[in-house]
């Protein structure tokens, strides 16, 4: 998918988006629950958002964290006319326009040039859910965990040097609720890529020292 694609797209939607109210969502509200219907859809702004759900056991299981591209997906959710089966929290502040689904809706239609770009990243979503179900179901526990760190930092990694950020805070049971591990065993797998001098925390933050590293401990080693 072409990244400049995705910008201008996103860009065409901001700017129709912006005359319509802003909403501020703090860290861990939910801006949608299951059984919510997508009458409004969310254009964002910035901020962070993970969508997960609550297994039979009790236990969250994550399905993947967004930033802006999470508009396209909300998007393509009402116009497949699925019910709503997850939960859509704010992992750091939220800012969003609030937009009614028909608006939007009547707007991409007057406009097929960005109405057709949205059938290729629905595409995008599928690869994005298959290389997550790649890092759930292979490796050890080592693999699983770097290969969360490595997809995030790879997709939303602010670089600096030879480093990479990852743009908002993971804690370990969150990393545990995307690869189905015991938070005990994402902390002893971090303390280990620590030691290896791949990885480092900068207050909350992860920072990758290594990429290269931290890609040949996860499962896209194998991808090139």
Known sequence: MNKNLDTKLLKDIEDFASAFPQVKFKKGELLYRPGDTFSNIYIFKSGFVRIYLIAKNGKEVTYDIFNKSLSIIL??????????????EAINPVEAWRVPKEKLINFLEGRPEIFKNLIPLAFVCCQKFFSKTEYLIAGDSKSKVSSVLYYFASQYGKKKGEEYSIEFPLPHRLIASLT??????????????????????????????RMEDLKEESVFDSEE
Do not use: C, D, H, P
């Open 75 to 88: 998007l393509l959710f009402s116009q497949a006319g699925l019910e709503n089966q997850y939960y859509f």
């Open 180 to 209: 189905g591990l015991t938070r005990e065993t994402v902390t002893i797998q971090i303390l280990k890529l620590e030691k290896m001098g791949i990885i480092r925390t900068e207050g909350r933050r992860l920072i990758i020292k």
